[in-house]
């Protein structure tokens, strides 16, 4: 994907606003080492706070980052369990720094489904950081994308036959108004998609808000994922002409 291995400059007026990311290759990674998985979970959840301060010194506004998938319930129960408490380890270490950097953290998912711990954990780091005004690190934590258009798609219904909504009104804000990054309001859609460790697809993440977003696929696995790497996504990122579905105004 990138010719050049160098760390690039970027032009600090369009730094992406929204970036996600689907942090790929933990499992791999740590195979690699001879590790167990948890290990390059580990490494994963310490690569987090790299990428979070590297993203928030870099002016993205906010980050999302993929955590756990409404797909991922199907691994063993001791991976799943690790992973869910890795958004308490996280945030009991990490959260001075988080304050120290005016990151303010939200966490989206269907998190009724979530661990107590896991779901206290991720209500306490949204309190604590709530009057932060620098860079959103937005988790997505038991979130899948059809789940979300199919919640939204009962709640619009729901609307619509109590006569609170009109149908024929039903527009793409009206949609956008359902789903759980509302709360992102202008900065719902990412600019930009992150996949680490080399896999191309979406995985089922952010379906309606990745309408238009460019897609970087990275080769290195999640905790080889660096500031420099994040650099050059940016900068390949800055090279893409985005048109919407438009034209360019000299063609
Ligand atoms: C995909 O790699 C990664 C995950 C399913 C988990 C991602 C979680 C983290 C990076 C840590 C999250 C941290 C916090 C603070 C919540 P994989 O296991 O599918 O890797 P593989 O494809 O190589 O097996």
Known sequence: MFADKSTPALDPARIPAHVAIIMDGNGRWAKKRFLPRIAGHKAGMENVKVITKAASRMGIKVLTLYAFS???????DAEVNYLMSLPVDFFNVFMPELIAENVRVQVMGEL????????????AAEADT????????NFALNYGGRDELIEATR??????A?????PTAIDGDTVAAHLMTNRLGALADPDLLIRTSGEERLSNFLLWQMAYSELV???EYWPDFTP????RAVADYQARDRRFGGIDANS
């Open 112 to 123: 009724a489904a979530l661990p107590a711990k896991t779901r206290q954990a991720a209500a």
């Open 162 to 166: 109590a006569g609170t909504l009109d």
């Open 155 to 160: 709640a619009i219904a729901t609307e619509a």
């Open 130 to 137: 709530a009057q932060n005004t620098g860079m959103i690190l």
């Open 217 to 219: 696929f990275a080769p």
């Open 228 to 231: 420099s790497v994040l650099t």
């Open 70 to 76: 409404t797909e991922n319930w199907k691994r063993p």
